[in-house]
């Protein structure tokens, strides 16, 4: 008879370091009750590790960036822990600290773009040639452009048709570098862009004027563009979102 125990599934869920017994007891058909056999044992995980979920806040573009970085303990001796992230996103290694220490390092590939980002990592551990199953963590954050809106968007809610509605717009530098506002396209049926005058400021304050045409919910934006003192140039899109009522 062959017995074959799934510590994987018993571990999953339970307890860190968690005791259990397995008891088995034979059943012949017309003798009284055997006696059993019972097993104990203890699962812990193979690899241990400090947070499944690592924050990097609030990133702004063309700044230093942090790196995702922590250490993980095995409970065996392992040959190498092997990391992978999607290559358009990040770049991962890993380096052994000591006989069952290892330091990992995750980080965030330029090109990422402006938003939220979610990371997921693989930690896939290999010992005497056998890889093993992959643990997985996952590394967010926000990344923000150099220069952003405020509001991030306009929402105009629901509005008449024939009538129009408006919004201003402050565009500010999140890393502090001077900009000029180059130029404003309205790339939206029926919006307009105007310059809010500033005397003695740079022209940074925008009054944008919506004319709604259109029933249902619509969607248009006003693109800028601005320019920092190395004539670099950086496009930043403004989505505007309404609503149009028809008449009753």
């Known amino acids: 008879m062959d017995l074959t125990f799934d510590l994987t599934r018993r571990r999953r869920n339970s307890p860190e370091d968690e005791g259990f017994e397995v008891v088995i007891i034979p059943h012949l058909k017309g003798l009284p009750q055997q006696i059993g056999w019972k097993f104990d044992a203890r699962v812990r995980d193979l690899l241990k590790i400090p947070t499944r979920v690592v924050q990097l806040g609030h990133l702004v573009r063309n700044r230093p960036w942090p790196d995702a970085s922590f250490t993980i303990k095995t409970a065996l001796l392992l040959d190498f822990v092997a990391?992978?992230?999607?290559?358009?996103?990040a770049q991962g290694k890993v380096n052994r600290k000591g006989p069952k220490d290892f330091e990992v390092q995750i980080r965030l590939n330029s090109s990422l773009p402006s938003g939220p980002f979610y990371v997921q990592v693989s930690l896939q551990p290999e010992v005497k040639g056998k890889i093993l199953p992959a643990n997985k963590i996952t590394v967010?954050?926000?990344?923000?452009?150099?220069?952003?809106?405020?509001?991030?968007?306009?929402?105009?809610g629901a509005v008449p048709l024939g009538q129009t509605t408006k919004e201003t717009v402050h565009l500010f530098s999140r890393s502090g570098r001077a900009f000029k506002v180059k130029e404003w396209i309205s790339l939206s049926k029926g919006a307009k862009v105007e310059p809010i005058q500033n005397i003695g400021k740079e022209q940074k304050d925008f009054q944008i004027t919506q004319e709604v045409s259109e029933k249902g919910n619509q969607q248009g934006f006003i693109l800028f563009k601005v320019e920092f003192e190395d004539s670099s140039i950086l496009e930043i899109p403004f989505n505007i979102y309404y609503y149009g009522l028809s008449e009753i």
Request: without cysteine.
């Open 140 to 156: 967010q954050g926000v990344l923000h452009e150099e220069v952003e809106p405020f509001p991030s968007k306009a929402l105009l």
């Open 83 to 89: 990391v992978g992230a999607d290559p358009k996103k």
